[in-house]
């Protein structure tokens, strides 16, 4: 069995100090008793001196400890560190739909794309076959026309949505800001961009996927009403749509596991994740570190509202 150091020299001291009791008990009888009383006298009060002080001390000694270690907790507490609110829930909800529904059509839409290949000949007969795995995509693609359109509304009706699309317009300031990031990677500039609320990074996924999912869903309706289209349309509409479809879904695919990954979570900035994407919130740290601007807006705002609120109250 596997001994416990601490635990052992826990016992050790109360080992020594019980000795130590018993030690100086048998001097002090010895001093103040010799010659009065009995021996067998002397030993039984000197047992039950020694069982008094050692329960006394053994209880002191644990409270001290106890004391100790509460004490020594609670200055290896760090004070958490204040957070902001940087998602709301709608938001989030729609970026949690957007993720599950684009992991579904990556997942079910390459092997499609290469289904003369080994490999994707195995995925259909895992998935029960080319039939199962084309519903499965449909059903992906479902959850993506569902947060397209919910984001449009998202977007018209709410304070939130409209004040994020205002911030995610592309202004001549993110071009600059892509010219000085470059200058620092080459090591011409030591200074980094200073970023609002959206960097050029984040507004350029933003954008990305706005034109993947007009490409996306808009061949993607005209194959799977196919037979309806070509009523309609000519057939090179059709093969436009799917090599549309096919193309775009593999640059989509890159664009989101290679680009958008490492931006929000493999990057040692983010490292392991941006959690932003699940709580909402972001420390303040990484606020001042990745939008100082926004920061400084937010601070200003709160600032001038408790001015205003002073004023008021001088005034009532």
């Known amino acids: 069995m596997r001994r416990n150091p601490g635990k052992n020299t826990e016992n050790d001291m109360l080992r020594e100090l019980d000795l130590d009791i018993e030690k100086t008990l048998r001097d002090t009888i010895e001093r103040e008793f010799k010659g009065k009383v009995s021996t067998e006298l002397e030993e039984k009060l000197r047992e039950k001196l020694k ?4 329960d006394e001390v053994r209880n002191r000694v644990l409270r001290i400890k106890e004391e100790l270690e509460a004490e020594l907790s609670k200055k290896e507490e760090k004070p958490k560190e204040k957070e902001y609110l940087r998602f709301g829930l709608s938001f989030r ?23 003369e290949t080994g490999w994707a000949r195995v ?64 090591g011409i500039s030591k ?25 996306m869903l808009g061949s993607g309706i ?32 890159l664009a989101i596991i ?18 932003a ?4 919130r972001i420390t303040e740290s990484t606020m001042l570190h990745h939008h100082p601007i926004e920061y400084e807006r937010m601070i200003g705002e709160k600032v001038a509202k408790g001015m205003k609120e002073s004023e008021n109250v001088k005034s009532s």
């Open 93 to 115: 909800i729609q970026h949690w739909v957007l993720l599950g529904s684009c992991l579904v059509l990556i997942i079910t839409g390459i092997p499609l794309k290469f289904h």
């Open 191 to 215: 200074t980094k961009p200073r970023f609002g609320r959206f960097s050029y990074v984040e507004k350029f996924d933003y954008w990305a996927v706005y034109w993947g999912m007009v490409i």
């Open 277 to 280: 994407w699940i709580t909402g």
């Open 123 to 186: 995925f259909f007969g895992l998935m029960g076959g080319v039939k199962t795995s084309g519903l499965i995509h449909r059903v992906g693609a479902a959850g993506l026309g569902f947060v397209a359109v919910f984001h449009v509304f998202y977007t018209f009706f709410s304070r939130e949505g409209r004040h994020d699309f205002k911030e995610l317009i592309p202004r001549p300031k993110d071009f600059l800001d892509f010219l000085t990031m470059v200058k620092y990677f080459l």
């Open 222 to 253: 005209i194959l799977w009403f196919h037979n309806a289209i070509l009523r309609v349309f000519p057939k090179f509409v059709a093969d436009i749509a799917r090599e549309a479809h096919s193309d775009e879904g593999l640059l989509a695919t």
């Open 258 to 275: 290679i680009w958008h990954f490492y931006n929000a979570h493999l990057n040692p900035d983010n490292f392991p994740m941006n959690w």
């Open 51 to 54: 069982a008094e002080l050692s």
